[in-house]
T-cell receptor, first 111, second 115 residues
């Protein structure tokens, strides 16, 4: 099993550009999450999907959109990137709202 | 509202000595508590969790944590530290009554184990 995979691993954008971060899990988990990790701030929840067909806002949703494409895939889109969105982005999945399994992360820099 | 605090940015310990990484939390309902570890350039890995029952929870790699309701704490412990334990540790909490799918993570504590 690959677990949770994320693409790309690294990305550099210019302010105003758009991009989509991809996430897939092969553990048949119902729930999926997107977090951002910034130094000294831990992980902050951007959006989550409790089950296929549903998405909800987390702590810091502004500037992001998500799509739960199917049970396996959950993508995060930045429509117009800003330097404040420079961060490391983690996708996670879980069978229940408890123990989460994390992907390796995407390091995004917005210039 | 849920919150979690990790009061130490870094903990230094010598190999073979016991280690403690501190965590306190605040929830309005019953807490579900978690510890995760992050190695360099990797995603977080689950270590252990407290849902209900015995206040002493045992997890992966010899780690354990003690739930203390009166002190609202969930400190991570290990009797004998290894150099390979050096990593970033995150405490997390979810309010079982009102938290839904939202787990709140602390800022993290960097553990450095010296040989």
């Amino acid at each position: 099993n690959a677990g949770v995979t994320q693409t790309p691993k690294f990305q550099v954008l210019k302010t105003g550009q758009s991009m989509t971060l991809q996430c897939a899990q092969d553990m048949n988990h119902n729930s999926m999450y997107w977090y951002r990790q910034d130094p000294g701030m831990g992980l902050r929840l951007i959006y989550y999907s409790a089950s296929e067909g549903t998405t909800d806002k987390g702590e810091v949703p502004n500037g992001y959109n998500v799509s739960r494409l199917n049970k396996r895939e959950f993508s995060l889109r930045l429509e117009s990137a800003a330097p404040s969105q420079t961060s490391v982005y983690f996708c996670a999945s879980s069978p229940t709202p408890d123990t989460q399994y994390f992907g390796p992360g995407t390091r995004l820099t917005v210039l | 509202a849920q919150s979690v605090a990790q009061p130490e940015d870094q903990v230094n310990v010598a190999e073979g000595n016991p280690l403690t990484v501190k965590c306190t939390y605040s929830v309005s309902g019953n807490p579900y508590l978690f510890w995760y570890v992050q190695y360099p350039n990797r995603g977080l890995q689950f270590l252990l969790k407290y849902i209900t029952g015995d206040n002493l929870v045992k997890g992966s790699y010899g780690f354990e944590a003690e739930f203390n309701k009166s002190q609202t704490s969930f400190h991570l412990k290990k009797p004998s530290a290894l150099v390979s334990d050096s990593a970033l540790y995150f405490c997390a909490v979810r309010d079982s009554n009102t938290g839904g799918f939202k787990t709140i993570f602390g800022a993290g504590t960097r553990l450095f184990v010296k040989a």
